[in-house]
């Protein structure tokens, strides 16, 4: 029998506890690693749901915010006749009020945290939300409206009368410049304004209307341009049909495209 080599028996031998280490220390690297990457993968998951959660409240809240800055600068100018502002007050008892609902969305979201989703306060809260903004979006457009409907029965002109005096002297030009305005008035006035500069620009351009009416030539009698102003307007009164008015329909114009109705 050959010789051993201690060296070749002591050697392997000394060397398995330090093997041991280190397969003991990259088997905690690895687990270190893998347990980071896991709580990565939490916080991404829930920052997704965070972000679903804000994406569902913030499309409706946006078109919330959006009214209730049109219904804010209304209330802030008042009605020439009336004296009141232009939109209503905003009624709680008949608009709702999502402030209770958001008190319980936060209670849920303190307990269930990213869970939140899950629960039914989100779904009720952007609910109503949606619908809060859906009526007072309605309630402002409405007075909206009515105002500008008040704010053209002082300028518009019977387009018929507009279109049959256009071939006077002088005229062309200055209905010309009456339509320019028309056209600005409408498209300034076909939203609600945001901001009181805006709401400033269609008072503008009404005042521009005013004048400029007064330029325009119209070769009728008095009590038949008040009429036709107020037929093209929130509509005439039976008594501004005087003899001398239906007797110049009759003449210059065609009685039957006028209707008398009650209100």
Not at 109 to 115: E, G, I, P, S
Not at 146 to 163: C, H, M, P, T
Not at 169 to 175: A, F, I, L, S, T
Not at 236 to 247: K, Q
């Amino acid at each position: 029998m050959s010789e051993v080599n201690i060296n070749d028996v002591v050697t392997p031998l000394a060397s398995v506890p330090e093997e041991r280490g280190i397969f003991a220390r990259r088997s905690g690297d690895f687990k270190a690693r893998l347990q980071r990457y896991l709580q990565m993968e939490k916080a991404q998951d829930i920052r997704d749901n965070l972000l679903r959660i804000a994406k569902k409240i913030d499309t409706p809240t946006q078109t919330l915010a959006q009214a209730l800055c049109s219904y804010r600068v209304l209330r802030q100018v008042h009605d020439d006749e009336t004296g009141k502002p232009i939109v209503g007050p905003f009624d709680r008892a008949t608009f709702g009020n999502p402030q209770i609902l958001l008190t319980a969305f936060c209670q849920q979201y303190a307990t269930h945290k990213h869970d939140v989703e899950q629960e039914g306060e989100l779904a009720l809260l952007t609910q109503e939300i949606r619908r809060l903004a859906s009526e007072l979006s309605t309630h402002t457009t409405a007075a909206w409206v009515n105002y500008i409907r008040g704010l053209k029965a002082q300028w518009e002109v019977d387009q018929r009368l507009f279109s049959n005096l256009a071939h006077q002297e002088g005229q062309r030009k200055v209905q010309q410049h009456y339509s320019d305005l028309v056209e600005k008035f409408t498209s300034s006035s076909r939203g609600l304004p945001k901001t009181i500069e805006e709401f400033d620009t269609v008072r503008d351009l009404h005042e521009k209307l005013c004048q400029q009416r007064g330029a325009l030539k119209l070769d009728v009698p008095e009590e038949v341009n008040l009429f036709l102003k107020a037929v093209a307007g929130q509509g005439a009164t039976l008594d501004m049909l005087t003899p001398n008015v239906l007797s110049w329909l009759t003449e210059e114009d065609d009685p039957t495209r006028y209707r008398i109705r009650r209100l």
